[in-house]
């Protein structure tokens, strides 16, 4: 009797589940063996195995081997952009980014920098997540000046759109990086948050004059 492939195939629902899963999986692995032996120390061929999936395996959900340590990357490129996009009726692109930044440090969010001081010490001493995290700030930046430009009726390139999208990752950038900073101090995360969410005030503060009005909803 032939076998009816599609009815035995499972749930698109449940095959997406099981990817997440591998994922998160592999994720998990990959950064347990960084923080113990080092990113640049750690092969992919020993994340496989810890894993108990096939190295192809483990570059087809990750491409790049920095993307295994930074796998929030999705999230943190898009996370500016969407809050643009969804910005409250009234919002100016400054009032909106500067409250999400408020609510992400007193939720102590990854996204944001709160990554713990194993993991910062891993990236700051590893050439490599280094320079890929200032590559996810060059594209979050970018995404945020197509956001910018949609929000108000301007083409994709627009030079106001690009230089308000620099302004605003720059604070992005350097408060991210102060946290970074703060936690490899040995400071605890409420600590931390405390401290940048008064430094953001003045940071966004300092745009105020030029953007307070821009791309308001």
Do not use: C, W
């Not at 106001?160 to 950038?173: E, F, N």
């Amino acid at each position: 009797m032939p076998t009816d492939v599609a009815s035995s195939a499972p749930p698109a629902g449940l095959r997406e589940s099981k990817k997440q899963e591998t994922r998160q999986l592999i994720s998990d692995v990959a950064t347990r063996l960084f923080l113990a032996q080092g990113f640049e120390q750690t092969t992919i061929a020993e994340i496989a195995t810890a894993a108990r999936v096939a190295k192809k395996t483990v570059t087809n959900y990750f491409p790049r081997k920095e993307d295994l340590a930074l796998d929030h990357q999705d999230d943190f490129v898009a996370t500016l952009a969407e809050t643009v996009i969804s910005r409250r009726s009234g919002d100016s692109a400054l009032a909106a980014l500067h409250r999400a930044f408020t609510e992400a440090a007193a939720n102590t969010d990854p996204v944001a920098g709160f990554s713990g001081s194993d993991f910062a010490r891993m990236v700051s001493g590893s050439p490599a997540l280094s320079a890929r995290l200032r590559d996810l700030h060059d594209l979050r930046e970018a995404a945020l000046a197509d956001a910018l430009a949609d929000a108000t009726g301007a083409p994709h390139g627009d030079i106001t759109a690009r230089t308000a999208a620099a302004l605003l990752g720059a604070v992005h950038r350097t408060l991210f990086h102060r946290i970074q900073e703060l936690t490899l101090t040995g400071q605890d995360n409420s600590r931390i948050a405390a401290t940048v969410t008064a430094e953001a005030n003045d940071a966004f503060g300092l745009l105020a004059p030029s953007l307070a009005d821009y791309a308001t909803a």
